[in-house]
């Protein structure tokens, strides 16, 4: 014989199940609230709200659903579950059916219901889990030092302690007003009293110990590289004393194994590579390296602290991962004198150890999650910037260097009349090992023997788009075309263009990257910057057309050749490529630099203009530039300035900024999903899909919902990083004309399944002098449902209002760049294009 009876189970980790909802809550506060990205949906009563802190959550349970607190065993939450029991099974031990002490898991049917007690008694390892996770969280993702961290823990354990000594007086009390002496209850002054296990993590010593065996905190490894004599000073003497110089390294395996622990995305690409051909599942080692200035650059201290960092992420990843700091893990951190005087080899010896060790036919044998695995890899590329990319690679750093590209054997001459890959000779490592053998002197023998150690010479390290496009080629021309256009046509002054950038109507994308003022003394000055970010160039070129467009003529040559370079930028940012896109990017290239050398004869292409000329060719054999390039790296330089400054320890700045990574990387990969894939906004309304407006549409989508479903229309959503809000512009095909959608409305039902509303467009034209696609509504409205998969972009754009027409601006990167004709050959069709190179 069998019954059932309704569970309440943990919504994150799925194992912990009560018969009472109040014991899953208190479950979820003790054993998750700290975990890293936290995240939970209400549920009750199909409310849909989200939250990030887990104090929020119970406040908003105790005013809009208080009955939670006052009947724990009738609740209506989406956490039910069934659980059945066969009574008649003979080998059902008493044990086994006790209260919810002992959490039942689902996946075991077998199990038994828990009764209704209101609280489970949570054992003392959780709860050493718990504050463990709050330490640790409180002083990482704070940025906190460990003396204030010090203080927060010995205050929280005395308010603890002072707590629990008053609890137990109460009780103590009340039970000797009702006649029973406290002492003759077995254990119950114990557990009034107990302190949990916080003499367990009194230092810091015992707090990392702690978070190795239980987080897998991946400690830094100290690697000496020399000694140097100098003057230390004993009580009133002094003396010459052989000092260590070290850098700090982070074990590869160590850290490859930290990261495989995690449920992460894999996907393939680099197929070219030997290794992967044979191994389909190695892993792709995507090396990086910069130096960086952590103290004020123009202080009393510049130079004293600049850093050498290199880092790795998995190119296995998804791009929608791999943006993640949480996937981009230190190297080796080294002071960038040391870095000179030792070379680059002597700091990444023991990564390179390790990488030949994955590349080798046996690969590694890693212990991951109980199980053993065979780990092969190689790293597929290193990206750098132009000045980090010369010295790891033993090119002269200087800009005074007779060839200036790492690429081939261009001079400057040649940058001025050669816009073809086809007309250089090409650097390869055979010519590149004999150019090394004709110097002399110790530094050319030591890089003769650092150079080329991960893989040919042409292939170290990749070029940079975000340099040379961004901060490159780019704002270059920008900067000649505001100068062509307020100085030399004087079409608008600069104080008019600058009014415009402040007044123009940014979309919610576009807002928090708008351009800084351009002041005229930035326009006139001699270097080739206008003193902006790359992003904030990126959004300017892009968003430059709607901006002005209207005060240029009509087929003003200058005006073209920058309309012709950003859809040049278009196509090398996109997601996708393929060879035939790679050869008309080509000729694009040779027809902007020929042009821009008649428009502008006294403005010479710089060398970041002639690097472009070779990434046609590393789009067909690497994929889209953007997979590859220095953005995401360079974000991470941000938690090491910042943490700098928050720790004023300069005793030995790469040892602290190592150390402190270290345990952030344990926290945020501690938890059960170090990403946040789904961010839902406020609700707006909730309602029944019989009385939404759009109720058909969205049947056509799930015709198994019924009017009786309950819908909740919310504000916005995130997901996978991207930001939706009502209003904004999506792609639902890319044809020869793109099919663009307004959303309408953002609707949530079954708690997690996220339908769009969007109202079709019909797109007119692509109008090159503005760069902007003419849509117009449809006639009748035509409204469908769709979801997140079936945008053909994950970014969205904002619409601008013009005379009679609505001109959307659409997100540069996107596939559907491959159909616009702006002063060129025609491009090649999407649609008959079989298949595209997509390094992911």
């Known amino acids: 014989m069998t019954s059932g009876c309704t569970n309440y189970c943990c919504s994150i980790c799925k194992h912990f199940s009560s018969a009472n909802y109040l014991s899953v809550l208190r479950h979820i506060g003790v054993v998750h609230s700290h975990e890293a990205n936290f995240s939970l949906t209400c549920g009750v009563n199909g409310c849909i709200r989200n939250f990030c802190n887990y104090y929020s959550f119970r406040k908003h349970l105790r005013r809009l659903h208080p009955d939670v ?182 074990p590869l395996l160590e850290s490859l194994k930290q990261l495989l622990s995690n449920d992460f995305i894999f996907n393939d690409a680099y197929k070219d590579h030997l290794l992967f051909q044979d191994h389909p599942n190695a892993l792709q080692i995507m090396l990086y390296y910069d130096d960086v200035e952590v103290c004020n650059p123009i202080g009393s201290k510049a130079k004293i602290h600049k850093l050498g960092l290199f880092y790795y992420t998995l190119g296995n990843l998804s791009p929608k991962y791999r943006s993640s700091m949480v996937t981009i893990q230190l190297v080796a951190i080294v002071k960038y004198t040391l870095l000179q005087r030792y070379g680059h080899e002597a700091i990444l010896r023991p990564f390179i150890d390790d990488v030949k060790a994955l590349e080798s036919d046996a690969g590694v044998t890693l212990w991951i999650n109980g199980k053993s695995h065979t780990i092969h890899g190689t790293v597929s590329v290193m990206a750098a910037d132009n000045l980090a990319s010369w010295s790891i690679g033993g090119y002269k750093t200087l800009a005074s260097a007779k060839r200036k590209c790492r690429f081939c054997m261009a001079t400057s001459d040649d940058f001025k009349t050669k816009f073809s890959f086809e007309e250089f000779t090409p650097r390869n490592c055979a010519t590149h090992l004999s150019h090394i053998a004709d110097l002399n002197g110790p530094f050319h023998n030591h890089i003769s023997t650092t150079y080329g150690i991960f893989m040919s010479q042409m292939d170290l390290p990749a070029p940079d788009i975000m340099h ?121 290239l040779k027809e902007h630099h020929e042009r821009f050398t008649e428009l502008y004869p006294n403005s010479p292409i710089i060398p970041k203009m002639h690097y472009m000329i070779h990434l046609p060719e590393w789009m067909r054999r690497y994929g889209p530039p953007s997979r590859y390039w220095c953005m995401r790296f360079e974000a991470k330089h941000k938690y090491f300035k910042n943490l700098t400054h928050i720790m004023k320890n300069f005793k030995n700045v790469p040892k602290s900024l190592a150390a402190r990574h270290q345990a952030r990387m344990c926290y945020q990969l501690s938890g059960s999903n170090p990403f946040k894939n789904l961010n839902i906004g406020t609700v707006k309304k909730m309602l029944f899909l019989g009385d939404y407006a759009h109720a058909d549409v969205i049947k056509t989508k799930d015709s198994y919902l019924t009017f009786e479903t309950s819908l909740n229309i919310v504000s916005w959503i995130e997901i996978d990083g991207s930001n939706y809000k009502q209003g904004a512009v999506v792609i639902l095909e890319s044809d020869l004309l793109p099919l663009f959608a307004i959303i309408e409305d953002i609707v949530l039902y079954n708690s997690t399944t996220v339908v769009f509303v969007v109202q079709k467009l019909v797109t007119d034209c692509f109008n090159s002098h503005f760069y902007s696609y003419e ?40 596939a559907l760049n491959a159909i616009k004709k702006v002063g060129g050959p025609s491009v090649p069709n999407m649609a008959n294009i079989s298949s ?5």
């Open 69 to 250: 607190f006052s009947n724990p065993t009738t609740v209506t939450s989406a956490s039910q579950v069934e659980v059945t029991i066969d009574e008649s099974d003979d080998n059902i031990d008493e044990d086994e059916v006790s209260d919810d002490r002992n959490a039942i898991p689902i996946e075991n049917p077998g199990d038994v219901c828990q009764s209704h007690s209101q609280s489970a008694v949570i054992s003392s390892k959780d709860e050493e889990r718990s504050f463990a996770l709050f330490l640790l969280k409180t002083k990482e993702m704070l940025c906190i030092s460990q003396k204030a961290t010090d203080e927060i823990m010995n205050d929280v354990i005395e308010i603890v302690y002072r707590f629990s000594n008053n609890i137990g007086s109460e009780v103590g009390e009340i039970l000797k007003k009702n006649g029973i002496n406290l002492e003759n209850i077995r254990g119950l002054d114990c557990a009034l009293n107990k302190m949990y296990s916080f003499e367990k993590l009194r230092s810091k010593f015992m707090q990392n110990k702690y978070y190795e065996s239980n987080f897998g905190l991946v400690p830094v490894s100290k690697v000496k590289l020399g000694s140097k004599l100098k003057r230390q000073l004993q009580w009133s003497n002094s003396h010459f004393a052989a000092c260590d110089e070290n850098c700090y390294i982070v």
């Open 836 to 840: 595209f190179a997509l390094f992911q």
């Open 468 to 588: 040379d496009v961004l901060e490159g080629a780019l704002e270059y021309e920008l900067k000649e075309l505001l100068k062509y256009v307020t100085m030399e046509m004087r079409l608008m002054s600069c104080d008019e263009h600058n009014n415009i950038i402040d007044g123009f109507p940014y979309g919610y994308t576009d807002s928090k990257n708008k351009a800084s003022n351009i002041s005229q003394k930035s326009l006139l000055s001699i270097d080739h910057n206008l003193k902006q970010n790359a992003t904030q160039i990126w959004y300017l070129a892009r968003l430059l057309p709607l901006m002005i467009g209207e005060h240029i003529p009509v087929d003003n040559d200058n005006w073209n050749n920058f309309m012709l370079l950003v859809t040049i930028v278009d196509y090398i940012f996109a997601p996708l490529t393929s060879d035939e896109i790679s050869s008309y990017v080509a000729m694009l």
């Open 775 to 814: 849509v117009l509504p449809s006639y009748p409205l035509q409204f469908v449902a769709c979801e997140y998969t079936d945008f053909k972009d994950s970014h969205n754009s904002s619409i601008t209002f013009a005379s009679t027409h609505i001109k959307s601006n659409q997100f540069t990167s996107s």
